[in-house]
T-cell receptor, first 114, second 111 residues
């Protein structure tokens, strides 16, 4: 079935460090890909998305490129801040009728140290 | 515009009881889906409703059910609660598969 594999955490970085969180997927069709972020005690917030191959999603300094050849959607940020501390989820959705849902990875907890 | 509203935010129930959670989607969104989040299993899809019809269902026992009303508001019900049902239940509304907006969730504790 469809699945998302993302980098195990937790990840701890110093402020202003470069961030990469790896995400790969398996899907039977052509998925749309997402990164969601969850802050303590809150629901999920959409961080960025890409709906077709080679699309680049970006938001708040975060970027991810939809790579069909490697079935990947790695999240990157050039300089992290303490406020980026959260849990990050990679997810996919498919356009197949009757299969309208998000499939999530396990989440990566990110902690940024001042 | 108003986001997705889930009520209540917190709930404590006893084993064997039943519970109903509510979700009000963003105005104009006709799709509502539900997810269970636990430390052990992560985020798992429960079901999705569109225009009052269940279109998709995850691998959960029949104790988990839901419905959607004509105004797109949705409820999910869990009967005969078990300790393992303790979780954060998240609702998401969407116009299409490209943009799911989540509520803050209902944290259910079964004791």
């Amino acid at each position: 079935g469809d699945s998302v594999t993302q980098m195990e955490g937790p990840v701890t970085l110093s402020e202003e460090a470069f961030l990469t969180i790896n995400c790969t997927y398996t899907a039977t069709g052509y998925p749309s890909l997402f990164w969601y972020v969850q802050y303590p005690g809150e629901g999920l917030q959409l961080l960025l998305k890409a709906t077709k191959a080679d699309d680049k999603g970006s938001n708040k300094g975060f970027e991810a490129t939809y790579r069909k050849e490697t079935t990947s959607f790695h999240l990157e940020k050039g300089s992290v801040q303490v406020s980026d501390s959260a849990v990050y989820f990679c997810a996919l959705s498919l356009s197949n009728f009757g299969n309208e849902k998000l499939t999530f990875g396990t989440g990566t907890r990110l902690t940024i140290i001042p | 515009k108003a986001g997705v509203t889930q009520t209540p935010r917190y709930l404590i129930k006893t084993r064997g009881q039943q519970v109903t959670l509510s979700c009000s989607p963003i105005s104009g969104h006709r799709s509502v889906s539900w997810y269970q989040q636990t430390p052990g299993q992560g985020l798992q899809f429960l079901f999705e409703y569109f225009s009052e019809t269940q279109r998709n269902k995850g691998n959960f026992p029949g104790r988990f059910s839901g419905r959607q009303f004509s105004n797109s508001r949705s409820e999910m019900n869990v009967s005969t609660l078990e300790l393992g049902d303790s979780a954060l239940y998240l609702c998401a509304s969407s116009l299409d598969i490209y943009g799911y907006t989540f509520g803050s969730g209902t944290r259910l504790t079964v004791v």
